[in-house]
Structure formats: C-alpha cells, structure tokens
C-alpha cells in the first residue's frame, strides 16, 4: 500500500515503513506525537484548536519545547531508544516547527503525515522538503505518558 504522501519523502521510498491507521482529520502529528487522538494541536490557529497554557503561540522550536515541557519532556542529546523513556522529535524548516514524531518501545518512530495516515518509519526518513530536518529531540519517562 502506498502511503498518500510517500512520493514527497524520498527516504519513505528507499526506506521501510509502515502504514499504522487510516487517515483521520481529528488529529495531527502534534496530537499523534503525545498520544492524542481526540484533539488537532496548533499553536497559531486560534482557539478553536487545542494548544498548551502559558505557551507562546507561535510555530518557534522554543514554542514547542516549552509546550513538550509541560507534559514532562526534557530536551534530549539524541534520538537513540533508552528503555523507560519515550522519545519525540521535532522537525523544523527556518526556525518553524513543521513536523513532531515519537519512538516507539521497539525504536521505530511513528508520524501522523498531516491529515493523513500513522505511519511507522525510521527517523530520518521524512528530512529533506517538507518538514526540513530534526530540530530538537525530547524524551520523558514512560510512566508520565498520557494517551488521548
């Protein structure tokens, strides 16, 4: 099965991945990268989407770690999978987050492609156009972990 947007990530081509789930407007990778599945999360598209309290609203990386700090993440000196920790990483293009992913327990990383599918896929996978490349990478002990 071809994933909807494989042909804009060459790596998805050359690469192995997955596709997990169906696609789903009701979430985004945002959401799918902390384990909600209720919510679409977006910093900048006012109040009918769901953001973090006390965070700017803004696309920044800073944006971002400080919402992922919120819910226990720290940030992290690489993307390695560390038992009792689950890992998200966020992709980032002039300064603007583009994109969020989180590992899995076996050390594959998961992505919600926009609107799209889940898709599981090794990290690096989605550099190039669109996302840019991985930014900043978070991890939190797996005991905090919320699930939508």
């Known amino acids: 099965m ?4 494989q042909g804009i990530f060459p790596g998805l081509v050359t690469g192995s991945f997955s596709i997990d789930s169906p696609f789903d407007t009701r979430y985004n990778c945002t959401a799918w990268a ?3 599945t209720t919510r679409y999360w977006d910093p900048s598209k006012g109040r ?3 953001w973090l309290k006390a ?6 990386v800073e944006s971002y770690r400080k919402a992922f700090e ?23 293009k002039n300064g603007e987050v583009t994109h969020a992913a989180r590992q899995l327990a076996c050390g594959e990383w998961t992505s919600k ?3 799209g599918e889940d898709i599981r ?8 156009d669109p996302y840019g490349d991985v930014a900043l990478v978070m991890k939190r002990r ?7």
Not at 142 to 148: E, F, L, V, Y
């Open 113 to 115: 492609i926009g609107t």
């Open 70 to 92: 919120q819910l226990g993440y720290k940030v992290c000196d690489h993307d390695h999978l560390e038992k009792q920790y689950e890992k998200i990483a966020l992709f980032a």
């Open 121 to 128: 896929h090794a990290l690096r996978a989605l550099c190039g």
């Open 48 to 50: 009918r989407y769901y």
């Open 34 to 36: 902390v384990g909600d």
């Open 55 to 60: 965070c700017p609203r803004n696309y920044s």
């Open 142 to 148: 797996t005991d905090s972990t919320i699930r939508g």
């Open 2 to 5: 071809k994933v909807s947007s």
